[in-house]
């Protein structure tokens, strides 16, 4: 009996919701309005090519006779009509752009200008190599040795190199240690060169 008047006291009481009310509220409200059924679609004339600064006037009547002049032209003469403007405009003319690096030092840059010819020309070698071009016999030896040491090759690999000369030992070091080379294989008995 307390059970059956427990259950029924749970559910007398209103829900939440019942309390409440609905927690959201929705109505349609439409933000456009109906398009007529029979109203014909808007046709826009665009134009054919976009030009951001908008339209330009035509060109005066000399710059359409030049033009025309120009056309006219058989194509060995139109071909001197570039490098004859420049020219005649005094427009700079244009740098290589160095495909190594971005190194602008005397070609490019602000320094570039009247020093720029003087520094192609003088433009020092900077990377060498050294080349085995013969060896003594009886030194062959001391030269496998030299070799090894400066190239980290095994015995094997070393005397195969040694033996097929004239061979480049090492390539693209500076000229101090190009030398400092040369001078060692010197001193073991053979011939080198530095390239």
Do not use: W
């Amino acid at each position: 009996m307390k059970l059956v008047r427990l259950v029924k006291a749970v559910c007398a009481r209103p829900s939440i919701r019942e309390r409440m009310g609905p927690l959201q509220v929705r109505t349609f409200q439409h933000d456009f309005v109906p398009r007529d059924p029979n109203a014909k679609p808007k046709r826009f004339k665009y134009p054919q090519v976009y030009d951001p600064y908008g339209p330009r006037p035509p060109p005066s009547d000399k710059v359409v006779e030049l033009a025309e002049r120009i056309a006219a032209l058989p194509p060995e003469e139109r071909r001197q009509i570039g490098p004859t403007l420049t020219e005649r405009l005094r427009h700079p003319k244009m740098q290589v752009i160095a495909d190594e690096g971005m190194d602008l030092g005397a070609e490019g840059g602000a320094g570039a200008g009247a020093g720029a010819p003087k520094a192609e020309e003088k433009k020092e070698k900077t990377a060498f190599d050294v080349k085995l071009e013969k060896f003594d016999a009886a030194a062959k030896i001391k030269v496998i040795k030299e070799v090894r040491a400066f190239t980290n090759l095994g015995l094997k690999e070393a005397k195969e190199l040694v033996e097929k000369a004239p061979v480049i030992l090492k390539q693209g070091i500076t000229k101090d240690e190009a030398n400092d080379i040369m001078e060692k294989i010197k001193a073991a008995g053979g011939v080198a060169v530095v390239e």
